[in-house]
């Protein structure tokens, strides 16, 4: 029997509950596809602070690298929103992606057939469906460089800074353009070079990139303003989208919303390696949490995406994708649910999602 460590960080608001039915479905699956999954615990963000005054635990960060992957909830919530910035739970988050290197971000933005109506976009803008797949820049840029406050002319300021090197836009370049060999072979890389010095050099080297490595792969570039409103205008012009850290944290809840609700998304964050963390792309829903109504979809398909790009399991992967589309049939979670479809809790979507494996 094939066997697998999993690091496990449920997290915080309807972390647990998402992430409880995603391992359920890891079981179903590894009985179906004849591999175990061994849990470790760990702690991350609000919860973490509670428990141990950090956000991150150096043992969180241990049994992560120990592990074969990483299954990730969600973090946060008000409860801490008055800590400290460099203390809040985003920070762990923020401090586990760094730690374990995971540079590049994968989102899909795909729309199950059986979600069309539930997109706030008009049936002839979605037309053939809609399969875009974000590449997010992870552990740079304004996220990860430096800031601070100042005075500045006698009044207080504050600063963020954004800088990318050529390894760092080199290597994420070059994960866009695999994915995209993979694909429809078209790499849209998403800047704002009429204005920032940063983005001038993104674009130079993901285009030396292309020329000098992928000349196979079609290149356009796009400016960020622009590709928020084509992504609602035209969206089955994009392939593959690569972009910076804060520019693909916004493109992504964007794309997601276009496919019907962010509670849909699953994303995955690799390093070089092939032990990745993988998480869903909405937040900890403290509004939610406890009531029954999260979607644990994006973490079930976050799952899916572990077992495919970390664990070499591609046909459980697929496996659980085709439940979940199955699922869709039987019974829906309130942010997706339409008329005259059955109304489901968190608990009950991912038994619907066991019973369709
Ligand atoms: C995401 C989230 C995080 C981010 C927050 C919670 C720090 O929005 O994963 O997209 O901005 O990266
Ligand atoms: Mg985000």
């Not at 973490?299 to 046909?315: F, K, N, V, W």
Request: hydrophobic residues 40%.
């Amino acid at each position: 029997m094939r066997e697998y460590n999993i690091a496990v960080l449920k997290g915080d608001g309807i972390g647990p509950e998402i992430v409880d039915e995603a391992i359920r479905v890891l079981d179903k699956a590894g009985e179906k596809f004849g591999f175990h999954m061994n849990y470790t615990y760990a702690l991350l963000g609000g919860c973490a602070i509670d428990e141990t005054g950090v956000p991150l635990p150096q043992e969180t960060i241990d049994a992560c690298k120990a592990a074969d992957s990483t299954l990730l909830g969600a973090v946060g919530g008000p409860k801490w929103d008055n800590v400290p910035g460099d203390r809040r739970p985003e920070k762990g988050l923020l401090g586990i992606r760094g730690a374990l290197g995971l540079f590049a971000n994968l989102r899909p933005a795909v729309i199950f057939p059986q979600l069309r109506s539930a997109s706030p976009l008009r049936p002839e803008i979605i037309g053939e469906g809609l399969d875009i797949l974000v590449v997010r820049e992870l552990t740079g840029g304004i996220y990860f460089g430096e800031r601070g406050r100042r005075t500045v002319d006698g009044a207080e300021a504050a600063y963020d800074t954004e800088q990318y090197s050529v390894p760092e836009i080199e290597r994420i370049a070059r994960v866009a353009f695999e994915m995209a060999r993979k694909r429809k072979s078209r790499v849209c890389s998403v800047d704002k070079a009429n204005v920032l010095e940063s983005s001038r050099l993104w674009r130079a080297t993901v285009t030396r990139i292309r020329d000098e490595e992928f000349p196979d792969v079609e290149l356009s570039h796009m400016y960020v303003d622009n590709c928020a409103m084509q992504l609602v205008r035209n969206p089955g012009q994009f392939d593959v989208i690569v972009t910076s850290n804060i520019f693909g944290d916004i493109l992504s809840d964007e794309a997601s919303m276009i496919s019907g609700s962010i509670g849909m998304l699953a994303s995955a964050s690799l390093s070089g390696g092939k032990s990745g963390l993988y998480e869903p792309i909405h937040g900890s829903a403290p509004d939610i949490a406890g009531t029954g109504k999260a979607n644990p979809l994006a973490t079930i398909l976050s799952a899916a995406m572990m077992l495919r790009y970390s664990l070499g399991e591609a046909e459980a992967a697929d496996a659980i994708e085709a439940a979940v589309s199955r699922a869709l049939e039987k019974g829906r979670t309130a942010d997706i649910c339409t008329e005259g479809m059955k109304l489901v809790s968190c608990a009950e979507m991912g038994a619907l999602v066991c019973e369709s494996l």
